[in-house]
């Protein structure tokens, strides 16, 4: 869920390198994404996705008004729509499932997903398992053959690309924490610092108010919320942004205190391997930084 880390700011660049460009469309009032929206696809000739979370409560509002505003592609998660297919058909917009099993993956095959996200537990954000990358993906590659498949959690630079593409199958790669760290990402300063600064024991499984585990560092907010939930309960709803929320705390307003560069309050999602990183780089440099490191296993092999 994220509430404008990737805006049009970051998937600008990452379209005009070749990727595809994905705005966070969860929790984001609907004008300000369609706006956000036909920004970036003026600024690029390449694709622009939109991401929304099944559990957001506006789902098909937020789906609808980014079709009209031109997006080239839905990217799902977080829940399992059946529905968005056939607005994938009518409308001609490929629809991208996001899973984390292969039942939900054949499913998304069968229904008519463009492509498939395989997301396992050293993803950032809400999680759907506990599997990792590499234990997980060999058993969706087995079962989705029509469309591609793509391999999302814990990758961080192109040799590990270039093994889940060549050694396991994989037609593509998703990749989050290492663009939250690039010059172009429109999120505060102090959000970069926390995931650069952040070592591999300050990263942590929270409890979501989503329904599902959530990955992020331990800041001050989230020790609290380790510690003793119960002084966080939200009893105000101000956004009423889920179908189902526990309000053990309000998770918009603590995503948009991390989007400012509040330490003490925000809630920083984050992969597993953020304490990899040591740089913020621009998206230029990082896609750069990839496929010269993915080309050069080709060439040690050939
Ligand atoms: C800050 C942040 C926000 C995220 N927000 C979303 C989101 O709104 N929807 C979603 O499906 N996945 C979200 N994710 C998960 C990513 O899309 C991605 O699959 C995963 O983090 C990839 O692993 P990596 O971060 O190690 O590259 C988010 C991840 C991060 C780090």
Redesign the pocket.
Known sequence: ???E??TSALAIPVADCGGIG?I???SIPVEELQTDIRKAKKATKGIIAV???FAMKNFYELVMASIDAGVDMI????GFSRDIFKIGKDTNTPIVS?VSSPAFAKLAEKLGAAAI?V??K?????LGTDRSLRDLFPEIRKVVDKVPLIA?????NGYEMAEMMDKYGADA????????LTKECS?AENFKKV?LNATKDDVTLIRSPVGLPG?AIKTPFVKQLLDDESVLACKKCPYKCLKKCDHVYCISER?RA?RDGNIEEGL???????YKFNDILSVKEVFDQFVSEAESVYKEGS
């Open positions: 869920m994220s509430i880390v990737s994905t966070g469309g969860s991401n929304i979370m990217v799902t998660g977080a996001i996200v997301e396992a050293e993803a950032g954000g809400h999302a959690g814990g990758i961080t790669v998703q990749i989050a924490t290492r663009f939250v999120v995931l990955r995503l991390a920083f999602f984050s992969g597993e391997n953020v």
